[in-house]
């Protein structure tokens, strides 16, 4: 994608999402969605940070996993060498 087509993208996703804010944000009906889907927006992000919380204890262990399977490499090889 070129340059120009590239600004062209980013005029059009800028435009609507300043359409979509102005009429969330200054028409009644648009603040009446707002604060209908303000409920399911929050429930999504307390999620996220749930799923954010798994992946960082999934990491932890994979990586105790990790130094666990270096250390019993380590020996082994110590202990495979002769003198």
């Known amino acids: 994608m070129n340059q120009r087509s590239q ?3 980013v005029t059009v996703v800028g435009a609507l999402l300043g359409a979509m804010a102005g009429y969330l944000f200054f028409t009644g009906r648009g ?13 999504f992000a307390r999620e996220l940070v749930s799923f ?14 990790w130094r ?4 019993v490499v380590s020996e082994t090889t110590r202990q495979a060498k002769p003198f």
């Not at 666990?68 to 250390?71: A, I, K, V």
């Open 68 to 71: 666990l399977m270096d250390e």
């Open 31 to 43: 603040r009446d969605l707002r604060h209908r889907i303000e409920p399911s927006v929050e429930d």
């Open 52 to 65: 954010k919380g798994a992946v960082a204890r999934a990491r932890d262990v994979a990586s105790q996993g």
């Open 7 to 9: 600004d062209y993208v």
